[in-house]
């Protein structure tokens, strides 16, 4: 696909659904999973939705699928999963959320040379305000950044937005969304699994609130949101998806003020309004830039002469579009 995809309101609300739940992810792994587990949590999360999900598409892959599913489980939820959640764990859930607005630069370098999708001067400036709103809420963050939670979501960055590009270059793309989705989570898990138990030891303890906290993040905020997520990469340019990604810290920094108490002051605000200023601008002047299709004349059609039974065989001239003898 290239970037010249429609960019559809109906298939930007549908995309927008990923980043809504995505940032919830912090907030909940705070508040209800059990601390100290990222390994545990990220394996908990993906592993059982996927097996879930294999036995209701109960497709295997085929040939270069293999490979090619393993390598986009690894990135997309073995990599991004543990990173993701080693962040929610150190940083505070709206800084967390806030890091990711850095994936529409990462994807829009990444679509550049794996895709051939040349960046957009309107995403790359909405991708910028972004950003800019990431500086403001990191200089203001109360008790200072963990350097290795910094580490961590920056990482997952790294990870998901290489995933995101994979999805499209590749073939494996064309199987069902969901049947995707299922190969992904199960090869994320199974790479996740073994770690876990290596790194972390035992699993832990789940009470009825971390047991909440799991069925939201493994339904919501895995299923349902890469299901809205990996369609939009279908749909739209790989650019303008993750543009919409943004609205990602919005909402963990929202739930971050409203459940956990986090601070919000002017710059909080002034990075909030900049980051869902990029996205909206940045879709709409793209939108609005995207050249139309040129225009192709129907070529001539030859013009037929009723002739009488006995009159010479005809030829039809299509440069002078009237019919001759013979």
């Given at each position: 696909?290239?970037?010249?995809?429609?960019?559809s309101?109906r298939?930007?609300?549908?995309?927008?659904?990923?980043?809504?739940?995505?940032?919830?992810?912090?907030?909940?792994?705070?508040?209800?999973?059990?601390?100290?587990?990222?390994?545990?949590?990220?394996?908990?999360?993906?592993?059982?939705?996927?097996l879930?999900?294999l036995l209701?598409?109960?497709?295997?892959p085929?040939?270069?699928?293999?490979?090619?599913?393993?390598?986009?489980?690894?990135?997309?939820?073995?990599?991004?999963?543990?990173?993701?959640?080693?962040?929610?764990?150190?940083?505070?859930?709206?800084?967390?959320?806030?890091?990711?607005?850095?994936?529409p630069?990462?994807?829009?370098?990444?679509?550049?040379?794996?895709?051939?999708?040349?960046?957009?001067?309107?995403?790359?400036?909405?991708?910028?305000?972004?950003?800019?709103?990431v500086?403001?809420?990191?200089?203001?963050?109360?008790?200072?950044?963990?350097?290795?939670?910094?580490?961590?979501?920056?990482?997952?960055?790294?990870?998901?937005?290489?995933?995101?590009?994979l999805?499209?270059?590749?073939?494996?793309?064309?199987?069902?969304?969901?049947?995707?989705?299922?190969?992904?989570?199960?090869?994320?898990?199974?790479?996740?699994?073994?770690?876990?138990?290596?790194?972390?030891?035992?699993?832990?303890?789940?009470?009825?609130?971390?047991?909440?906290?799991?069925?939201?993040?493994g339904?919501?905020?895995?299923?349902?949101?890469?299901?809205?997520?990996?369609?939009?990469?279908?749909?739209?340019?790989?650019?303008?998806?993750?543009?919409?990604?943004?609205?990602?810290?919005?909402?963990?920094?929202?739930?971050?003020?409203?459940?956990?108490?986090?601070?919000f002051?002017?710059?909080?605000?002034?990075?909030?309004?900049l980051?869902?200023?990029?996205?909206?601008?940045?879709?709409?002047?793209?939108?609005?830039?995207?050249?139309?299709?040129?225009?192709?004349?129907?070529?001539?059609q030859?013009?037929?002469?009723?002739t009488?039974?006995?009159?010479?065989?005809?030829?039809?001239?299509t440069?002078?579009?009237?019919?001759?003898?013979?």
């Amino acid at each position: 696909m290239s970037s010249m995809e429609a960019i559809s309101g109906r298939n930007v609300a549908l995309t927008v659904v990923a980043p809504l739940a995505w940032g919830s992810t912090y907030v909940v792994t705070a508040a209800l999973l059990p601390p100290g587990h990222p390994l545990w949590s990220a394996a908990i999360r993906a592993l059982p939705a996927g097996l879930v999900l294999l036995l209701v598409v109960r497709r295997l892959p085929r040939g270069d699928q293999w490979w090619q599913a393993a390598v986009l489980g690894l990135a997309n939820i073995g990599l991004f999963f543990p990173l993701l959640f080693l962040g929610a764990y150190r940083l505070p859930g709206g800084l967390a959320a806030t890091v990711q607005a850095t994936s529409p630069l990462v994807v829009t370098v990444l679509a550049l040379l794996l895709l051939g999708e040349r960046p957009v001067p309107a995403r790359v400036g909405g991708a910028l305000l972004g950003l800019l709103g990431v500086g403001l809420l990191v200089l203001e963050a109360p008790g200072g950044v963990d350097p290795i939670g910094l580490i961590g979501s920056v990482g997952s960055v790294a990870a998901s937005a290489l995933g995101f590009v994979l999805v499209k270059r590749w073939p494996v793309a064309g199987v069902p969304m969901t049947t995707l989705i299922s190969w992904q989570l199960v090869a994320g898990g199974l790479v996740l699994l073994p770690l876990a138990l290596l790194v972390e030891g035992a699993p832990p303890s789940i009470d009825g609130p971390a047991l909440l906290g799991y069925l939201w993040i493994g339904g919501a905020g895995t299923v349902v949101a890469y299901y809205a997520w990996f369609t939009g990469l279908r749909r739209l340019p790989a650019g303008a998806v993750s543009l919409v990604g943004l609205l990602n810290p919005v909402t963990g920094t929202a739930l971050g003020v409203l459940v956990a108490g986090e601070a919000f002051g002017w710059p909080q605000a002034v990075g909030t309004g900049l980051v869902v200023g990029g996205v909206l601008g940045g879709l709409a002047l793209s939108r609005a830039a995207r050249p139309e299709a040129p225009t192709v004349e129907p070529a001539p059609q030859p013009t037929w002469t009723r002739t009488s039974l006995d009159a010479a065989p005809v030829s039809v001239s299509t440069t002078r579009n009237r019919c001759s003898p013979v």
